[in-house]
């Protein structure tokens, strides 16, 4: 995508060029927004990892309907995100969501939320398959790169829980 916003994650072999994949994992943030930026921390983690054949990543950063042509190119979406949902910072959450009105508002701190995309995905009948990886955040603090203790020790737990759903789904049992 040259000149996006978007770019796929250094060193992400496991799908050929030009080739759809099998599984997209999606980190969604602001890297300069502290704890907003937790779901491209948790991809980078990920992404040294080995190679998973057909699994592909993509550093979302806060494309919005930008990511639009990248979700429609893949039957299931592993995606990662900060959420202000109100409960304690660090709190893990996993949706599934089979429709859009099953993906929760206020969805992180971009323009173009979370819903709204997966709604224009829907409308384009390209809705994937969705694990919705969420963790929660309390405070964003702007020009900052670190992220708050709780938030920071969510994500090994998170970053474990991905593996183990790649591992599944990339074993067939999607």
Same mark, same amino acid.
């Given at each position: 995508?040259?000149?996006?916003?978007?770019?796929?994650?250094?060193?992400?072999?496991?799908? &050929?060029?030009?080739?759809?994949?099998?599984?997209?994992?999606?980190?969604?943030?602001?890297?300069?927004?502290?704890? $907003?930026?937790?779901?491209?921390?948790?991809?980078?983690?990920? $992404? @040294?990892?080995?190679? +998973?054949?057909?699994?592909?990543?993509?550093?979302? /950063?806060?494309?919005?309907?930008?990511?639009?042509?990248?979700?429609?190119?893949?039957?299931?979406?592993?995606?990662?995100?900060?959420?202000?949902? /109100?409960?304690?910072?660090?709190?893990?959450?996993?949706?599934?969501?089979? $429709?859009?009105?099953?993906?929760?508002?206020?969805? @992180?701190?971009?323009?173009?939320?979370?819903?709204?995309?997966?709604?224009?995905?829907?409308?384009?009948?390209?809705?994937?398959? +969705?694990?919705?990886?969420? +963790?929660?955040?309390?405070?964003?603090?702007?020009?900052?790169?670190?992220?708050?203790? &709780?938030?920071?020790? &969510?994500?090994?737990?998170?970053?474990? &829980?991905?593996?183990?759903?790649?591992?599944?789904?990339?074993?067939?049992?999607?």
């Amino acid at each position: 995508m040259n000149g996006s916003a978007l770019e796929l994650v250094a060193g992400s072999p496991a799908v &050929a060029d030009g080739d759809a994949p099998d599984v997209l994992v999606i980190g969604v943030g602001n890297l300069l927004m502290g704890d $907003e930026g937790v779901g491209v921390h948790i991809l980078r983690t990920l $992404e @040294s990892g080995p190679a +998973i054949p057909g699994v592909q990543f993509l550093d979302g /950063g806060t494309g919005g309907i930008n990511l639009l042509e990248c979700i429609g190119r893949a039957p299931v979406i592993v995606m990662i995100d900060a959420t202000r949902d /109100g409960h304690p910072a660090g709190t893990v959450t996993r949706l599934r969501p089979a $429709e859009v009105a099953d993906i929760p508002r206020g969805l @992180s701190a971009h323009d173009f939320g979370l819903r709204d995309l997966f709604a224009a995905a829907a409308l384009l009948g390209q809705f994937p398959v +969705i694990h919705l990886y969420t +963790i929660s955040v309390e405070t964003i603090h702007p020009m900052c790169l670190d992220l708050s203790p &709780a938030v920071n020790a &969510a994500m090994p737990p998170v970053a474990d &829980a991905v593996r183990r759903l790649l591992a599944e789904l990339t074993a067939g049992g999607g």
